[in-house]
């Protein structure tokens, strides 16, 4: 579905991604975790076209869409829920899902719209309850549903998550992964980027770990769950409780 | 006061009062969809007049004017096009100067198109000498026009950005870029229907109000300075405040003829600009909570 070779951007002179290969398969969950400042979120953003490819190449589907613009990568089918939601703050919640399918509207005529949107609220029935209040008035959960909701209405083929557990409290954390799961299980490709490693590595199929803008380790979840670097560094486990 | 009298000023400063709030509808299009105030705004007036009144001898002038709003819409797109897209670095205060030039720059083409002399359509309905008697209160039947398309344009935008996809994609982009450009929207795009937009409501408004102010070259700079504070007393980029501001204005510069001279009545738009921008920057409906929940 997305396989990236050697990687290179960042900001300006600032040189955020050295070198960054990974691929995503058809129908899994793979996640990025790494520490501040790794380049999680710079990765995520130079496929999604935000941030200029300086070097390497990124294939989504077999095509090239480095240095595409962000609006011809959601069109092709790669849908990116940004750090912080960036909700439609003065926008009514039903608004900010119809946005979600601008694409469509503009490629397919035909699409049936009213129906993703059906979808969406039986995923987050929260959000059809406050289906015509403003964005900006939702919590952060609920808003963060918004922001994977309005992604969903482009029907991509593959959805990269940007921190979505960032701020919430552990109970929508789990209901927000519960749902990212349940679209795996419904044929949906995933990349999550997360510092939420623990809740990331259990919905997830495999996992590549970032450090300053290089990928570090790669393996299964279960690898990385059971590796002594992944636990102490970002599983909060002490050198002690790993050798015993 | 006598109560005709009283009626008298109150029409004459909604009518003056809705021209302005129009035009500062259309600084608040601009500055919705890319953040920067366009100061060309009132050369769109002006051009929309002059285009009409240049064509009306020939064609019919409700065709005149539709001509002249589809010129004007286009010249909008050519400024964005040519300009507003080429700048390398599009920060806000380059953009504001290149806009101040732009507006010198239509005023002197305009200059050498039309010349100097002062023009005007004619009344859509009547002539100079018609009135209509309301309640007492002499008015002429122009300004029902102006008050008419007024409330047909705001209506119009208010339908457009509530339930048009291109609408709703233009308040995106106002509310956040980022997102809006993640959700496939082209960005660019919504700045160059931004133009056009407030461009072609800028021609629209500079045509009817044409017979009762009169369209000259400069016409426009005058009306951009009232708009603009209009734009401010209501709070930037609120369509609401801008009706809201406009009519206030356009009342206290009617009434302020009985207590001030007349030759005090520009300058009461300029001192509210100031009082505003000392005492409360975000205007009368810009709550400073509310910033982010920015809204049209």
């Given at each position: 579905m997305l396989k990236i070779r050697n990687l290179h951007s960042g900001y300006g002179n600032l040189r955020i991604l050295k070198g960054v290969s990974l691929h995503v398969n058809p129908g899994e969950i793979v996640t990025i975790i790494?520490?501040?400042?790794?380049?999680?979120?710079?990765?995520?953003?130079t496929v999604a076209g935000m941030i200029p490819v300086e070097e390497g190449e990124v294939l989504f589907k077999g095509r090239s869409i480095g240095g595409e613009t962000p609006e011809k990568i959601v069109a092709a089918g790669c849908s990116l829920v940004p750090e912080g939601r960036m909700i439609f703050n003065a926008m009514s919640v039903r608004e900010n899902l119809i946005l979600g399918a601008y694409t469509r509207f503009r490629s397919d005529r035909s699409g049936d719209v009213a129906s993703d949107l059906e979808a969406v609220y039986g995923m987050f029935p929260r959000l059809r309850e406050r289906e015509n209040q403003l964005g900006g008035t939702l919590s952060g959960g609920e808003q963060q549903m918004l922001a994977i909701g309005r992604a969903l209405m482009a029907r991509p083929k593959l959805m990269m998550l940007d921190e979505p557990s960032m701020g919430l409290a552990p109970i929508i954390v789990k209901l927000i992964f519960e749902e990212?799961?349940?679209?795996?299980?419904?044929?949906?490709?995933?990349?999550?980027?997360?510092?939420?490693?623990?809740?990331?590595l259990r919905i997830a199929d495999r996992g590549y770990v970032i450090e300053t803008g290089q990928m570090v380790l790669e393996g299964t979840s279960e690898e990385l769950l059971n590796n002594n670097d992944v636990q102490r560094a970002y599983?909060?486990?002490?050198?002690?409780?790993?050798s015993e | 006061m006598s109560?005709?009298?009283?009626l008298q000023y109150l029409l004459s400063g909604v009518t003056n009062g809705s021209i302005y709030a129009i035009v500062a509808i259309g600084f608040n299009i601009i500055y919705n969809t890319t953040g920067i105030i366009n100061f060309a705004q009132g050369e769109f007036l002006m051009l929309g007049g002059m285009t009409a009144i240049s064509l009306s001898p020939y064609v019919p002038l409700p065709l005149a004017i539709l001509i002249?709003?589809?010129?004007?819409?286009?010249?909008?797109?050519v400024v964005d096009f040519l300009i507003i897209r080429r700048l390398k670095k599009p920060t806000v205060l380059n953009m504001v100067i290149v806009t101040i030039g732009l507006s010198i720059i239509i005023r002197e083409i305009a200059?050498?198109?039309?010349?100097?002399?002062?023009r005007s359509l004619p009344y859509f309905t009547g002539n100079e000498v018609t009135s209509i008697n309301i309640l007492g209160a002499y008015i002429s039947p122009q300004v029902l026009w102006v008050l008419g398309v007024s409330a047909v344009i705001v209506i119009f935008?208010?339908?457009?950005?509530?339930?048009?996809?291109?609408?709703?994609?233009?308040?995106?982009c106002a509310s956040n870029i980022t997102a809006a450009r993640l959700c496939g929207i082209n960005t660019r795009n919504m700045v160059t229907i931004s133009f056009m937009l407030s461009a072609a409501i800028g021609a629209l408004a500079g045509c009817v109000i044409s017979p009762i102010t009169q369209t000259q070259y400069d016409c426009g700079t005058s009306l951009a300075i009232k708009g603009f504070a209009v734009a401010i007393l209501g709070g930037l980029g609120n369509s609401t405040g801008a009706i809201i501001g406009g009519i206030t204005i356009g009342l206290l510069e009617a009434f302020s003829i009985s207590v001030l001279p007349l030759a005090y009545k520009d300058a009461i738009a300029i001192s509210i600009l100031l009082i505003i921008l000392f005492l409360r920057p975000s205007g009368l409906l810009g709550k400073k909570e509310a910033v982010e929940l920015k809204e049209f």
């Amino acid at each position: 579905m997305l396989k990236i070779r050697n990687l290179h951007s960042g900001y300006g002179n600032l040189r955020i991604l050295k070198g960054v290969s990974l691929h995503v398969n058809p129908g899994e969950i793979v996640t990025i975790i790494g520490g501040n400042g790794s380049g999680k979120s710079t990765l995520l953003q130079t496929v999604a076209g935000m941030i200029p490819v300086e070097e390497g190449e990124v294939l989504f589907k077999g095509r090239s869409i480095g240095g595409e613009t962000p609006e011809k990568i959601v069109a092709a089918g790669c849908s990116l829920v940004p750090e912080g939601r960036m909700i439609f703050n003065a926008m009514s919640v039903r608004e900010n899902l119809i946005l979600g399918a601008y694409t469509r509207f503009r490629s397919d005529r035909s699409g049936d719209v009213a129906s993703d949107l059906e979808a969406v609220y039986g995923m987050f029935p929260r959000l059809r309850e406050r289906e015509n209040q403003l964005g900006g008035t939702l919590s952060g959960g609920e808003q963060q549903m918004l922001a994977i909701g309005r992604a969903l209405m482009a029907r991509p083929k593959l959805m990269m998550l940007d921190e979505p557990s960032m701020g919430l409290a552990p109970i929508i954390v789990k209901l927000i992964f519960e749902e990212v799961r349940k679209l795996r299980d419904a044929g949906n490709t995933i990349l999550l980027v997360e510092q939420n490693a623990r809740a990331a590595l259990r919905i997830a199929d495999r996992g590549y770990v970032i450090e300053t803008g290089q990928m570090v380790l790669e393996g299964t979840s279960e690898e990385l769950l059971n590796n002594n670097d992944v636990q102490r560094a970002y599983l909060g486990k002490d050198y002690k409780s790993i050798s015993e | 006061m006598s109560f005709e009298q009283l009626l008298q000023y109150l029409l004459s400063g909604v009518t003056n009062g809705s021209i302005y709030a129009i035009v500062a509808i259309g600084f608040n299009i601009i500055y919705n969809t890319t953040g920067i105030i366009n100061f060309a705004q009132g050369e769109f007036l002006m051009l929309g007049g002059m285009t009409a009144i240049s064509l009306s001898p020939y064609v019919p002038l409700p065709l005149a004017i539709l001509i002249a709003v589809i010129i004007t819409a286009m010249v909008g797109a050519v400024v964005d096009f040519l300009i507003i897209r080429r700048l390398k670095k599009p920060t806000v205060l380059n953009m504001v100067i290149v806009t101040i030039g732009l507006s010198i720059i239509i005023r002197e083409i305009a200059l050498h198109l039309w010349d100097e002399k002062v023009r005007s359509l004619p009344y859509f309905t009547g002539n100079e000498v018609t009135s209509i008697n309301i309640l007492g209160a002499y008015i002429s039947p122009q300004v029902l026009w102006v008050l008419g398309v007024s409330a047909v344009i705001v209506i119009f935008l208010g339908v457009f950005f509530k339930f048009t996809l291109t609408g709703r994609s233009m308040r995106a982009c106002a509310s956040n870029i980022t997102a809006a450009r993640l959700c496939g929207i082209n960005t660019r795009n919504m700045v160059t229907i931004s133009f056009m937009l407030s461009a072609a409501i800028g021609a629209l408004a500079g045509c009817v109000i044409s017979p009762i102010t009169q369209t000259q070259y400069d016409c426009g700079t005058s009306l951009a300075i009232k708009g603009f504070a209009v734009a401010i007393l209501g709070g930037l980029g609120n369509s609401t405040g801008a009706i809201i501001g406009g009519i206030t204005i356009g009342l206290l510069e009617a009434f302020s003829i009985s207590v001030l001279p007349l030759a005090y009545k520009d300058a009461i738009a300029i001192s509210i600009l100031l009082i505003i921008l000392f005492l409360r920057p975000s205007g009368l409906l810009g709550k400073k909570e509310a910033v982010e929940l920015k809204e049209f």
